[in-house]
T-cell receptor
Framework: GAVVSQHPSRVICKSGTSVKIECRSL??????MFWYRQFPKKSLMLMAT?????????EQGVEKDKFLINHASLTLSTLTVTSAHPEDSSFYIC?????????????FGPGTRLTVT | KQEVTQIPAALSVPEGENLVLNCSFT??????LQWFRQDPGKGLTSLLL?????REQTSGRLNASLDKSSGRSTLYIAASQPGDSATYLC??????????FGTGTRLTIIP
C-alpha cells in the first residue's frame, strides 16, 4: 500500500514551453501533497505544499506564477512549469502525506526528470 | 532555523560489516523523523518512521533510533550487502507535515 506515481518520468521540452507533471496517490487519499526539486548530488528542496481544494502554499523564493500547482482531487496534484527555461531543468519529486498514529508519514513518487533545451 | 545535518557525506564499508549512519537536528521539538533510501535517478523509498514519543524502530536489518535531547538519530544497518548501496536521507518534521531534509550520506558497500 501507500503507492505514489508520477507522470511523466522524463520530459524534454524547448525553452519557453510549459510542462505539466502529475502526481497521484494510487491506493489512498491525500489531502496534502508536497512538491520538491532536487539538483544533482543535492538533497531535496521543498517547493510547495499542495492542499486539496485550496491554494498551494509556496516556500520562500519559489515563484508561484512560474510553478503552478493544482490539487483538484484527493488523489491527484499537478505541477506546471510555465515558460520553462534551461535553469528549470531538474529532478522534480512529489510526495503524499498519510496519517500514522499521531504523526504523518510521507510517501514519495519516482520523480520526473525535466530537461529544458 | 530548523536544520538537519548528515555526516559523513559519503561512506564506504566492506560487505558484511555493520554500520551506523548519523543524522542531527537543531530543534528538540521534533514531531517525527523519517529515514529514506534513494537510488540514483530514482525517487525516495521510506525505510523507517520514528514518532516523537518513540525511541527506536526496527525493520529487518535496519534499526533507527531517536534521541530528542541530544538532537540525534542513527540508522543502524546490520550485515551490510552490496544492494544496500544507495544514498540515505533523514528528514525531520517540526510540528507540521512538512519535512526538512538532511544532505544525505552516499553509502557504498564493497563486495
Amino acid at each position: 500500500g501507500a503507492v505514489v506515481s508520477q507522470h511523466p518520468s522524463r520530459v524534454i521540452c524547448k525553452s519557453g514551453t510549459s510542462v505539466k507533471i502529475e502526481c497521484r496517490s494510487l491506493d489512498f487519499q491525500a489531502t496534502t501533497m508536497f512538491w520538491y526539486r532536487q539538483f544533482p548530488k543535492k538533497s531535496l528542496m521543498l517547493m510547495a505544499t499542495s492542499n486539496e481544494g485550496s491554494k498551494a502554499t509556496y516556500e520562500q523564493g519559489v515563484e508561484k506564477d512560474k510553478f503552478l500547482i493544482n490539487h483538484a482531487s484527493l488523489t491527484l496534484s499537478t505541477l506546471t512549469v510555465t515558460s520553462a527555461h534551461p535553469e528549470d531543468s531538474s529532478f522534480y519529486i512529489c510526495s503524499a502525506s498519510l496519517p500514522k498514529g499521531q504523526s504523518y508519514e510521507q510517501y514519495f513518487g519516482p520523480g520526473t526528470r525535466l530537461t529544458v533545451t | 532555523k530548523q536544520e538537519v545535518t548528515q555526516i559523513p557525506a559519503a561512506l564506504s564499508v566492506p560487505e558484511g560489516e555493520n554500520l551506523v549512519l548519523n543524522c542531527s537536528f537543531t530543534d528538540s521539538a521534533i514531531y517525527n523523523l523519517q529515514w529514506f533510501r534513494q537510488d540514483p535517478g530514482k525517487g525516495l523509498t521510506s525505510l523507517l518512521l520514528i514518532q516523537s514519543s518513540q525511541r527506536e524502530q526496527t525493520s529487518g536489518r535496519l534499526n533507527a533510533s531517536l534521541d530528542k535531547s541530544s538532537g540525534r538519530s542513527t540508522l543502524y544497518i546490520a550485515a551490510s550487502q552490496p544492494g544496500d548501496s544507495a544514498t540515505y536521507l533523514c528528514a525531520a518534521s517540526f510540528g507540521n507535515e512538512k519535512l526538512t531534509f538532511g544532505t544525505g550520506t552516499r553509502l557504498t558497500i564493497i563486495p
